[in-house]
T-cell receptor, first 113, second 118 residues
């Protein structure tokens, strides 16, 4: 059974640019959640996707957007990058019949300069 | 809104000894889940243990156990027979019972860095 995977592992962007992060959910999981973890802090919920639609959103501006595909993989897009967007972005997948179980990927480290 | 507080930024313990990490939370919900996650330097967030609020019995997973005090809104993690591999950041997290309209989101505390010394 393949776990949650994320790509890329690291990337560096310039303020004002746009970035796309990718997540492949664990086999049999149809719900994907995204979290932002700033250095030295706990993760913050960005949003969740189920059946290709956003199903809950945290306190993040609209320049954070996402997609979920028919195979349940997901993308997180961030437009107009700001320095404060520098963080570890974590993806978690869960089965719908037990969505309280969230299995995390290894994360993508984004640095905005 | 829910909040989770971990008042111990750092803790250390000798190998083979027992350590307890503290967590308190604030919510008006009656049905919810509480979790402890471990994040080693590899960054992968790993579930350690889960507690359903409607269960009075404290959850146990091998060397890990919790002390869940619902009225006090307290949820501590006890690690027995500490091992070097337990060195990691530990996060306490809260989740309301999942809903169709708002999904299932985790609210995390700030974390406790645990170091197990040989």
């Amino acid at each position: 059974e393949t776990g949650v995977t994320q790509s890329p592992t690291h990337l560096i962007k310039t303020r004002g640019q746009q970035v796309t992060l990718r997540c492949s959910s664990q086999s049999g999981h149809n719900t994907v959640s995204w979290y932002q973890q700033a250095l030295g802090q706990g993760p913050q919920f960005i949003f969740q996707y189920y059946r290709e639609e956003e199903n809950g959103r945290g306190n993040f501006p609209p320049r954070f957007s996402g997609l979920q595909f028919p195979n349940y993989s997901s993308e997180l897009n961030v437009n107009a990058l700001e320095l404060d967007d520098s963080a570890l972005y974590l993806c978690a997948s869960s089965p719908r019949d037990s969505s309280y179980e969230q299995y995390f990927g290894p994360g993508t480290r984004l640095t905005v300069t | 809104a829910q909040t989770v507080t971990q008042s111990q930024p750092e803790m250390s313990v000798q190998e083979a000894e027992t350590v307890t990490l503290s967590c308190t939370y604030d919510t008006s919900e009656n049905n919810y889940y509480l979790f402890w996650y471990k994040q080693p330097p590899s960054r992968q967030m790993i579930l350690v243990i889960r507690q359903e609020a409607y269960k009075q019995q404290n959850a146990t997973e091998n060397r890990f156990s919790v002390n869940f005090q619902k009225a006090a809104k307290s949820f501590s993690l006890k690690i027995s027979d500490s091992q070097l591999g337990d060195t990691a950041m530990y996060f306490c997290a809260f989740m309301k019972s999942p809903r169709e309209t708002s999904g299932s989101r985790l609210t995390f505390g700030e974390g406790t860095q645990l170091t197990v010394n040989p």
